[in-house]
Structures are given as structure tokens and as C-alpha cells.
């Protein structure tokens, strides 16, 4: 069964520090997709970035950069240069391939991010 | 263009009363999906759709729980009777057809007291 652990549940930093959020996955699939998204106190979800498996690039936008490293299993992301705006609860998510296991989109546990002034 | 939408955005009743969600996902996807998030067990999906027809339900809870896709732009998740417990932030979110690389975008949720 696939899994997504993020270890840290909350973060708080000081305005203008960098921030790295961890995500650890599980799945015995060689065909996935990874998602990062935001919930911010509104309560929406946000999607901000979707990576593969077969794609290990690390990707940067703007102040947002992601570190995807199979040999680890891990999917981390790095807020540079942290504003208040970015204080939110972020969550990571796996979905798998194979027509059996469907579309699901399973999700870790989150992690709340607070940026103080 | 339009993002997913839900209705009521807010719901509070009492135990025992149906309670019914409603969801408008984006024009031109062919899924839909129902998730529910609650402190105790983040988020989890319900149930999903695939050109209206469900395709897995096992996320449901138990027998009070029904979701219906009647159309391509419209779905209900109905709780009959609710109870406390399901007190929850309910969310659709819908995504295209094209395989699993493709992104599903979430409306902005039912937050559900139930008392």
C-alpha cells in the first residue's frame, strides 16, 4: 500500500529564513506522481507542483524549490526567503499507476508552516 | 475559468437531520472525487467518479454515507442520518481525463458541524 509521512507537523520561522519541508514516500509502483499542495488559513487546497517518477530534476519557482530524490524516497520542498503570506499548512501527496490502484491521491499528514514578522 | 464549486461553503445541523453536499466540478473533467478531512485522520478520499459513474467507494464510512453523479456538472454527497462524528471539511475536486500525471484541483470545501 502506498504511504506519505511528513515527519515535521509544525515549523515556525522567522520572516526571511529558509524553510525545507520533508516528504517521504512509500509505493511499490515504478510509475507515479508526486503533488505538493498548500492549504492556507482559508481553508482551500492549493496545488502547487506535480512531479513523476521517471523526472528527477529539481524544479524552481520563484521562492519555491523542490528536491525529488528516488533513492530516498523523498519529495522535499524549500520555501527561500520565507514571507508571512507563506504561513499555511502544506501537504504532500502520492499517486500511483496501474489501472487497480485507481486515481487515488493519498496524502501525508501535513505540515503547518508559521512564518512570524 | 471557473474552479470546482461547492455548496453550502458552511453547514451546521443537529444529529439525526440529512444533510446534503453539493459539488460543480470543472467543465471538460472526467473525474470527480470526494475526500474528507479531519484532524484525526488529515485527509481521505471517499469515493470517486469517472464520467459520472463511481468507480471506487471504499473510502465511504458506512451505509449513511451515498454520493450520486446525475450529470457531468453536478454531484451530491448525502449524509442520512448524520451523527457528530461526521462533523468534517468535505472537499471535491475534479481533474481530466489522460492518466494519473493529471493534476486534481480542489474547491473550497463544506465545513460540516454536526451537533
Known amino acids: 500500500a502506498q504511504k506519505v509521512t511528513q515527519a515535521q507537523t509544525e515549523i515556525s520561522v522567522v520572516e526571511k529564513e529558509d524553510v525545507t519541508l520533508d516528504c517521504v514516500y512509500e509505493t511499490r509502483d515504478t510509475t507515479y506522481y508526486l503533488f505538493w499542495y498548500k492549504q492556507p488559513p482559508s481553508g482551500e487546497l492549493v496545488f502547487l507542483i506535480r512531479?513523476?517518477?521517471?523526472?528527477?530534476q529539481n524544479e524552481i519557482s520563484g521562492r519555491y524549490s523542490w528536491n525529488f530524490q528516488k533513492s530516498t524516497s523523498s519529495f522535499n520542498f524549500t520555501i527561500t526567503a520565507s514571507q508571512v503570506v507563506d504561513s499555511a499548512v502544506y501537504f504532500c501527496?502520492?499517486?500511483?499507476?496501474?489501472?487497480?490502484?485507481?486515481?487515488?491521491?493519498?496524502f501525508g499528514g501535513g505540515t503547518r508552516v508559521l512564518v512570524k514578522p | 475559468d471557473a474552479g470546482v464549486i461547492q455548496s453550502p461553503r458552511h453547514e451546521v445541523t443537529e444529529m439525526g437531520q440529512e444533510v446534503t453536499l453539493r459539488c460543480k466540478p470543472i467543465?471538460?473533467?472526467?473525474?470527480l472525487f470526494w475526500y474528507r478531512q479531519t484532524m484525526m485522520r488529515g485527509l481521505e478520499l471517499l469515493i470517486y467518479?469517472?464520467?459520472?459513474?463511481?468507480?471506487?467507494d471504499s473510502g465511504m464510512p458506512e451505509d449513511r454515507f451515498s454520493a450520486k453523479m446525475p450529470n457531468a456538472s453536478f454531484s451530491t454527497l448525502k449524509i442520512q442520518p448524520s451523527e457528530p462524528r461526521d462533523s468534517a471539511v468535505y472537499f471535491c475536486?475534479?481533474?481530466?481525463?489522460?492518466?494519473?500525471?493529471?493534476?486534481?484541483?480542489f474547491g473550497p470545501g463544506t465545513r460540516l458541524l454536526v451537533l
Open positions: 501527496a502520492l499517486s500511483e499507476g496501474g489501472k487497480a490502484a485507481g486515481n487515488k491521491l493519498t
Open positions: 467543465s471538460g473533467h472526467d473525474y
Open positions: 512531479r513523476n517518477s521517471f523526472d528527477e
Open positions: 475536486a475534479s481533474r481530466p481525463s489522460g492518466g494519473l500525471q493529471e493534476t486534481q484541483y
Open positions: 467518479f469517472n464520467n459520472n459513474v463511481p468507480i471506487d
